[in-house]
């Protein structure tokens, strides 16, 4: 069976108030249910010592005893004296019927007082009676009893009774209005966490809720909000990675589709006697530059994904820059020189580098290389100095340079590829750039490109030195 939780947080409340109430009241009647008759008890018992104490000091004694039946009978109270055997001596109104108990008459001969808050066997009416021991010069010779009718003390308990009951009718009204408003307002409370989840759940991550720190709901308002834009910046983060991942899958298939296509042209034409022998060793060497670019991409894909996977090991140690720039210079001189460019390095033998030798070898081709591409006819400079205890590293061409405002896209993956679509006679930047820019944050330095078009482009490259 389901119960709505305003309902289980309304009869929580009110029972919970109803139960306290009852149980207040019950002891509150008691409590004056006793006080009651405590003070009635009191009083006989004050009126009884009276009126022994007069007896004991007076030998008038049946001149004492009316004039006290006169005073008391006025207070609605009764009394009888009793002589040692019992028996009655003296008594006024009811006092002359009753009947005393054996062990009653025991207690009062051992010098104890008898107090009976309510008795209905022995009057025609319910009484509260007081029976004293009456002693002359220390002996027992007798006892008064003092009774006096429950009626009145009923009725005032009858009255507080009632009082009591429409009081609890009233706080429990009271309680019930009061618990309907909490219950609603926390309910309500409740209701908005659920619509925004329900929202959540529909994928909309822009809905927020009132939070505060006036208890446990409004902390969970606020963790709810706080996991909820967490869920918007995860939601985004992930659109812009499957964004990226198609982008990518098209450009890596632009990027293979192009050479496959020419080897398979190739492959065709050579197995089905199309092309002429003359051209077939042109062919081969075509077939054999889009292997190696087809193995180039697998290469810098692989090392691309190992740098953003943290499995690349890095083992620096301080080098000589000016024999790590003679390495590229020797490596890239033939392909620059197919382009008609120059390489100039301008180092001083005592510059030192604080870095992995492969992968400063692989930043400093990239670059270069990309400087061969876009330059023709041109000088590529290769710098090195020291500032301020850190290795500061310019590649510098004087080649076709680019839009300032297309510098920060340069190194996105394939980002080039897009422009070579377009016939465009300097090739790509493919994943050359992107995985510098990676290497060099590895080896916690900085890397900056200024360019202009026409006028070429600057690659600076600051290393912080070490041990």
């Given amino acids: 069976m389901k119960i709505k939780y305003f309902y289980q947080q309304l009869l929580s409340h009110v029972g919970v108030i109803v139960i306290a109430i009852l149980i207040l009241s019950l002891l509150f009647s008691h409590f004056i249910e006793n006080l009651i008759y405590q003070d009635k008890i009191d009083e006989l018992t004050a009126y009884g010592k009276n009126v022994l104490a007069d007896l004991e000091q007076n030998y008038d004694s049946e001149s004492i005893l009316q004039e006290y039946g006169h005073v008391l009978a006025g207070r609605d109270i009764q009394y009888s004296l009793f002589d040692p055997s019992s028996a009655i001596i003296y008594s006024t109104g009811r006092g002359a019927r009753i009947k005393l108990e054996a062990e009653e008459w025991e207690k009062i001969r051992d010098g104890y007082t008898v107090v009976v808050k309510q008795d209905y066997k022995r009057f025609n009416e319910g009484v509260t009676f007081v029976l004293l021991p009456y002693l002359r010069q220390g002996q027992f010779v007798g006892g008064i009893l003092l009774a006096s009718p429950i009626k009145g003390s009923r009725d005032i308990i009858s009255q507080i009774n009632q009082d009591l009951f429409y009081t ?54 606020k963790d709810f909000n706080q996991m909820v834009g967490t869920l918007e910046r995860s939601m985004e983060e992930i659109e812009r990675l499957e964004n990226r991942r198609r982008q990518f899958m098209a450009d890596v298939s632009h990027e293979l589709r192009t050479p496959l296509t020419t080897i398979r042209g190739v492959i065709d034409g050579i197995r089905n006697q199309m092309i002429p022998e003359t051209e077939k060793e042109r062919a081969m060497l075509m077939a054999s530059q889009e292997t190696k670019r087809l193995i180039r991409l697998v290469n810098e894909n692989l090392d691309y994904e190992k740098i953003r996977s943290n499995q690349i090991k890095l083992h620096k140690e301080n080098l000589l820059l000016s024999e790590v720039m003679e390495v590229i210079r020797d490596q890239l001189e033939i392909q620059a020189e197919e382009k008609d460019n120059q390489i100039i390095l301008e180092v001083d033998n005592d510059v030192q580098v604080y870095a992995d030798y492969d992968r400063l070898t692989q930043i400093l ?4 290389k990309n400087s061969i591409q876009f330059t023709e006819k041109g000088i590529i ?10 290795t500061v590293i310019e590649i ?67 290393f912080p030195f070490g041990k």
Avoid: C
């Fill in 381 to 390: 400079t290769l710098r090195g100095r020291m500032a301020e205890g850190k």
């Fill in 396 to 462: 510098e061409d004087n080649g076709i340079g680019m839009d300032p405002r297309e510098i920060k896209k340069i190194w996105h993956r394939f980002y080039k590829a897009m422009v070579s679509r377009t016939n465009n006679p300097y090739g790509e930047f493919g994943l050359g750039l992107s995985i510098v820019k990676q290497l060099v944050q590895l080896h916690d330095g900085q890397i900056d490109v200024e360019s202009e078009q026409g006028e070429g482009t600057i690659f600076t490259l600051i």
């Fill in 168 to 221: 609890a009718l009233v706080a429990v009204a009271v309680a019930l209005l009061l618990s309907w408003i909490l219950s609603a307002f926390h309910v309500r409370r409740i209701k908005r966490l659920q619509e925004a989840t329900s929202l959540i759940a529909k994928r909309d991550y822009s809905v927020r809720i009132p939070s505060s720190d006036f208890d446990e709901i409004g902390e969970l308002s």
């Fill in 365 to 368: 081709i990239n670059i270069t």
